[in-house]
């Protein structure tokens, strides 16, 4: 098939899918053609079809929410990455220094290609495959650390205490991610989810939600049952969503069987999915607070409504994103792309729309809000802090003769007292954590579960951090 006669066809698909063209509203795939042939005919420079294509998708997706996207190829690679979880690399958590802005080795990955070489926190990363990192963005250094995996990947680090630069030759493979964490990291690279101080209160955060987020929230809960914890704290701050399923099966595990948990609405707010626990019942029934902040959005708001409208749990921090809708995915250039496109909005149990309009205002209905007296609004520098403290407790423990990277500087039994936030879910779960089973939200409503039946997955919210490579 000729190019232009592909070019065309597609840009023509996506007309309709965008448009929902009838056959009386056809001309206007007719009309791109038309337009297309005279660029490409006439134009004082030639143009590259795909550059046409992609820039003619984002012409007609600008005139939609700032949600529907046109994801090339690069960047599909990336999506699949953070949903599948797992991604080609060396296995390390990377971060520039907020000082220097020198690219930083956070935490090698137990077991890693990385980890395995030698690498250790707080190593600077001075190349990558010959070429200096000076000046690279956080998303400039993953890319050039990701790849392949099999293929070899060269680095040049310094290391305090280190008379030269030590030269690596570390072999990418394919590298889990993590879209759980506890409170921090053991020596073999596990994950500790009891909270530092606190014996009885277990902490389980969620960074976004992917393929195994439910799997890996269940194992969490396992383990702090064996440890008797009597109170859990369920972080969501600064999660950007994630895959809708995995939203709905961290629900299940707090939820009774049956209890609604979403509705999707489409076009006249007719129900288009409604999603419901499934399952054998309750993993953890116990007392719980769910942290929110301004970050939090999409299918972390599904989770954190759900949660308060059953009374299953207090929130806290701050009023969240206020992301409500829901995103398809469609292949367009044969798999090349995807035509990332909003189809429907999602409704909490108590038949709220979380979505926040560009219209809305502070005193509109939109987000989740805290529980009354539990709104902790963090200022920007706050913000940066509580950034500063989950780095150092993220990181790998130093091995016993390893030098103590400069940036651990918070003891561990501090941790809670710097997270005015987290101060306050303890201070709630202290109260109630030797009541299992009681609700500490006296807000939300919707108690009884409304009709209907699981949907497919789709994808609610983006994932657009970086740092692992």
Same mark, same amino acid.
Request: charge should be negative; hydrophobic fraction near 35%; include cysteine.
């Given at each position: ?34 337009? !297309? /042939?005279?660029?490409? $005919?006439?134009?004082?420079? =030639?143009? %590259? ?8 998708? #984002? @012409? ?105 630069? !030590? /030269?690596?030759?570390? $072999?990418?493979?394919?590298? =889990?991610? %993590? ?8 020596? #073999? @690279? ?280």
């Amino acid at each position: 098939m000729p190019r232009r006669t592909l070019l065309v066809m597609l840009v023509a698909s996506v007309v309709a899918l965008i448009c929902h063209a009838r056959a009386d509203r056809q001309p206007y795939g007719h009309y791109l053609s038309e337009i !297309l /042939d005279i660029i490409d $005919t006439h134009y004082v420079e =030639p143009v %590259e079809d795909q550059k046409l294509f992609e820039s003619a998708v #984002d @012409g007609m997706l600008s005139q939609l929410d700032e949600h529907s996207s046109y994801i090339t190829r690069d960047g599909l690679a990336e999506l699949r990455e953070n949903l599948d979880q797992e991604f080609g690399g060396i296995g390390i958590e990377v971060t520039l220094d907020p000082k220097t802005k020198e690219l930083t080795v956070l935490s090698p990955l137990v077991g890693t290609p990385a980890y395995l070489a030698g690498i250790r926190a707080g190593d600077k990363i001075a190349s990558v495959n010959g070429e200096s990192t000076a000046g690279f963005s956080l998303p400039d250094a993953v890319r050039r650390l990701r790849g392949k995996a099999g293929d070899m990947v060269r680095l040049q680090i310094v290391r305090k205490g280190a008379d030269k630069p !030590l /030269d690596f030759e570390v $072999t990418r493979a394919e590298i =889990p991610l %993590e879209s759980v964490r506890g409170d921090s990291r053991r020596a #073999d @690279g596990t994950w500790n989810f009891v909270l530092a101080g606190y014996p009885q209160i277990g902490y389980i955060r969620i960074n976004n939600f992917g393929e195994r987020t439910a799997e890996e929230v269940a194992a969490a809960l396992d383990a702090l049952h064996a440890a008797g914890v009597k109170g859990l704290v369920l972080d969501l701050r600064e999660n950007p969503g994630g895959l809708l399923n995995a939203a709905v099966g961290v629900c299940e595990l707090f939820v009774a069987p049956g209890s609604l948990i979403v509705t999707t609405r489409g076009r006249n707010g007719t129900i288009d999915e409604t999603y419901r626990a499934g399952g054998e019942g309750r993993r953890y029934d116990g007392a719980m607070c769910v942290l929110v902040n301004r970050y939090s959005a999409s299918a972390s708001e599904i989770v954190a409504a759900c949660l308060q409208d059953y009374q299953r749990a207090g929130i806290v921090g701050e009023r969240s994103f206020g992301k409500g809708t829901v995103q398809k995915v469609h292949e367009v250039e044969g798999g090349k792309g995807v035509l990332k496109l909003t189809t429907s909005s999602y409704w909490r149990p108590s038949e709220k729309n979380i979505h926040r309009l560009s219209t809305n205002q502070e005193a509109d209905e939109w987000g989740v809000r805290p529980d009354q007296g539990c709104e902790l609004k963090l200022s920007d520098d706050d913000l940066l802090k509580w950034h500063e403290l989950r780095r150092q407790r993220d990181i790998l423990p130093p091995a016993d003769g390893e030098q103590r990277p400069d940036f651990l500087s918070i003891k561990p039994e501090d941790a809670a007292r710097l997270d005015p936030q987290m101060q306050k879910a303890v201070e709630m779960l202290e109260r109630k954590k030797n009541a299992p089973g009681k609700a500490l939200s006296q807000g939300g409503g919707g108690q009884q579960p409304f009709p209907g039946a699981i949907g497919s997955d789709v994808l609610v919210g983006t994932i657009d951090r970086c740092g692992g490579a």
